[in-house]
Nanobody
């Protein structure tokens, strides 16, 4: 079993920044793609960003391109999401996710999920 624990959420004013972290642990953890998703109140969970094992490939939803950066440190089993120029519409619970299959998929097919961390952006 794989456990994912997110941290770094909080309340920030529009235009501010936050850095989310997700630490993975468990049996022989090795996931090619790791991703971040978010769910706003009353909305479905949506893909935000993902990164492959060596970090050379990154994918973003259009609304965060140029503002968010995903990265990972495999030695620490950690994936990060640096969020800059935050907007009120970025307010959501952010979830870290990982996959069992290899090479997996950038946008879907995630099997493991963290408990989520709240990000609130005030206007």
């Amino acid at each position: 079993q794989v456990q994912l624990v997110e941290s770094g959420g909080g309340l920030v004013q529009a235009g501010g920044s936050l850095r989310l972290s997700c630490v993975a642990s468990g049996r022989t953890f090795s996931s090619n793609f790791m991703g971040w998703f978010r769910q706003a109140p009353g909305k479905e969970r949506e893909f935000v960003a993902s990164v492959n094992w060596i970090g050379g490939l990154t994918y973003y939803t259009d609304s965060v391109k140029g503002r968010f950066t995903i990265s990972r440190d495999n030695a620490k089993n950690t994936v990060y999401l640096q969020m800059n120029s935050l907007k009120p519409e970025d307010t959501a619970v952010y979830y870290c996710a990982a996959q069992r299959s290899w090479p997996g998929s950038a946008y879907a097919g995630y099997d493991y999920w963290g408990q989520g961390t709240q990000v609130t952006v005030s206007s």
